[in-house]
């Protein structure tokens, strides 16, 4: 079984948005892993939110969905206690819900890989002290 790619807002914005500063790197990284590539419903929000004033941005992202491109494979009621304690736990950092949410499917997915653009991905642990694999500019 391949590796699951579990996908951050910030490649999914600079996939959509072709004016984003990271939109050739993402589309080159993508060009090379087999979808579906998944997610949680705190990136898809924050990347809606995000969308709003991008052209055809939200229609974009609905398409993505649809086609199974993206999977939706957490359920935050089913790991609360969990993404509490990863909440507190890098408080400091700070850390976001769709952060925590992904820093959680790492440890659910074995083998997994964050694609990402956010350096804390770098400070974050799987495990609490397990390094998280990524896919970022520069890594």
């Not at 950092?93 to 959680?104: E, K």
């Not at 642990?125 to 896919?135: G, T």
């Amino acid at each position: 079984m391949r590796d699951s790619i579990l996908l951050d807002t910030g490649p999914l914005i600079a996939f959509i948005d072709r004016r984003d500063h990271y939109h050739s790197w993402v589309t080159t990284e993508l060009a090379t892993i087999q979808p579906p590539l998944l997610s949680c419903e705190a990136v898809i929000s924050e990347a809606w939110f995000l969308l709003q004033r991008v052209s055809n941005g939200r229609e974009t992202l609905v398409e993505l969905l649809k086609s199974q491109q993206i999977l939706v494979a957490f359920q935050l009621n089913q790991e609360v206690e969990s993404i509490t304690e990863l909440l507190t736990r890098y408080i400091s950092v700070p850390i976001s819900l769709a952060d925590a949410s992904l820093v959680r499917m790492a440890e659910r997915y074995p083998g997994s890989i964050v694609l990402t653009l956010d350096s804390d991905f770098l400070i974050y642990r799987k495990h609490k002290n397990q390094p998280i694999p990524v896919i970022m500019p520069g890594a």
